[in-house]
């Protein structure tokens, strides 16, 4: 039982740390990416932690991701006001789309284990 609390909690931190990598890789390239090249890196890094991690972190990383997003490329950086109001927008598509690739992502890795788990019976 307390492995298993372990492992989600474990799970959190991994979520978490995946939003500071995708941030790190956005950064590093900022000079070459738009605006929706750094969303692709955090959506990109939303399938990794579904299937890695499970609902709630993944939930967690679009969450983080979209604060993360915010607050590192949109003008003016460092802080989480935004001058193009139109931005919102972009955030909230940023979000809801980054739940549902997650969702997505977790019934097809559960399909998949269910397929593996029907060929070794």
Not at 21 to 35: A, D, M, P, Q
Not at 48 to 57: D, T
Not at 107 to 121: G, Y
């Amino acid at each position: 039982m307390k492995e298993k609390k372990r492992q989600k909690i474990t799970n959190y931190f991994i979520a978490i740390f995946a939003v500071f990598l995708c941030t790190l890789l956005g950064k590093i390239l900022g000079n070459f990416l738009s605006i929706t090249d750094q969303i692709m890196i955090y959506l990109i890094g939303c399938v990794l932690a579904a299937v890695r991690c499970g609902r709630l972190p993944s939930m967690l990383f679009s969450f983080l991701s979209v604060l993360a997003l915010n607050f590192f490329f949109v003008e003016p950086i460092y802080t989480f006001h935004m001058l193009d109001k139109s931005y919102w927008l972009t955030l909230a598509v940023m979000l809801l789309t980054s739940l549902v690739i997650a969702t997505q992502a977790i019934k097809l890795h559960e399909a998949e284990l269910q397929k593996n788990a029907r060929n070794f019976a």
